[in-house]
């Protein structure tokens, strides 16, 4: 019923590209005061205006090779930027409203994108459920959480990098619906299901090269866990940018080597349509694959 609710409200045109034009808009003067904040001195400007600003990468090269390495989706500002965000003021002990609040002035900040205005929903529907004591699976709160974002902004509806952001999340609920405890089969039963749901939003836009399952196994923690808070580390202490660049150019020669071997291929991009039909045919299975996993359960207890 609430899915049924979010779904007839996105299709509503109340007031809602009025509500997504101003705050476009006021983004926008956020994220231009965000860039004078980022240290001119650093030797990958693009890169650290990409990963703490969300500008776009104007480093040409860099981006190409993001591309061919299937990284590109990691690199520029994602869900998953609020994510670790979340996880690091969560060790600090700073209360939810107050990480939320946060977040969301930072979403403003990174121009209002689609993938983070989703990941933002996500957490603060997340944080309501759980103070009323209600629980979802991960990938039912994914769609609730992208409908919830639909339904505030329907003009998204037509936007690629939400369905990309959304197929991601959809892709990390395998290993909660399967309950893979190790942490090692966990990461890569993450990276293949990443590889497998992100094929179809991915096609034409980046290389899908086997390999990618490598460079987003081994490269892909380098981005989030390393260069993302040395971003950040360098915009409070402008010392660390050395830091920063030493690791960045590190990994942009790494990336140069891994990126050879990978052959760009031109292909038409699937239509926006057929996606959404994609993401919801995946719901769909993931719905009766838990019903399957459920009787299983049920028939092996009714046995003993």
């Known amino acids: 019923m609430i899915i049924l609710i979010l779904l007839a409200l996105s299709l509503s045109n109340c007031t809602q590209d009025t509500m997504l034009n101003n705050a476009s808009s006021l983004s926008q003067s956020y994220q231009q005061k965000c860039l004078t904040f980022i240290p001119r001195e650093s030797e990958n400007y693009s890169a650290l205006t990409s990963i703490v600003c969300g500008e776009k990468l104007s480093d040409q090269n860099l981006k190409q090779n993001l591309v061919k390495t299937s990284l590109i989706h990691i690199f520029i500002i994602s869900g998953s930027h609020l994510l670790l965000l979340d996880e690091l003021f969560a060790v600090l002990r700073?209360?939810?409203?107050v990480r939320f609040l946060i977040l969301s002035f930072y979403s403003l900040i990174v121009g209002w994108q689609p993938p983070a205005v989703r990941a933002l929903s996500a957490l603060g529907l997340r944080g309501l459920f759980k103070s009323r004591g209600w629980k979802f699976p991960p990938d039912l709160m994914t769609m609730i959480a992208g409908c919830f974002t639909l339904a505030l902004f329907p003009a998204w509806w037509n936007s690629p990098s939400l369905l990309m952001s959304w197929c991601a999340s959809l892709a990390l609920a395998w290993t909660s619906l399967l309950k893979i405890r190790n942490v090692f089969h966990r990461l890569l039963f993450n990276q293949c299901a990443v590889f497998i749901f992100m094929c179809a939003p991915l096609w034409g836009l980046s290389s899908l090269h086997p390999l990618a399952l490598l460079y987003n196994l081994l490269l892909?923690?380098?981005v989030s866990y390393i260069l993302l808070?040395?971003?950040?580390?360098?915009?409070?202490?402008?010392?660390?940018?050395?830091?920063f660049d030493f690791v960045m150019t590190g990994f942009a020669q790494i990336l140069k080597w891994a990126s050879e071997p990978v052959p760009m291929v031109s292909a038409k991009q699937i239509s926006i349509s057929t996606l959404w039909f994609w993401i919801f045919a995946w719901h769909i299975f993931f719905h009766f694959f838990r019903l399957r996993l459920r009787q299983g359960k049920d028939a092996a207890w009714s046995g003993c």
């Open 229 to 243: 808070p040395l971003g950040f580390a360098s915009v409070i202490i402008p010392s660390v940018v050395a830091a």
């Open 94 to 97: 700073i209360p939810f409203f």
């Open 220 to 222: 892909g923690p380098v």
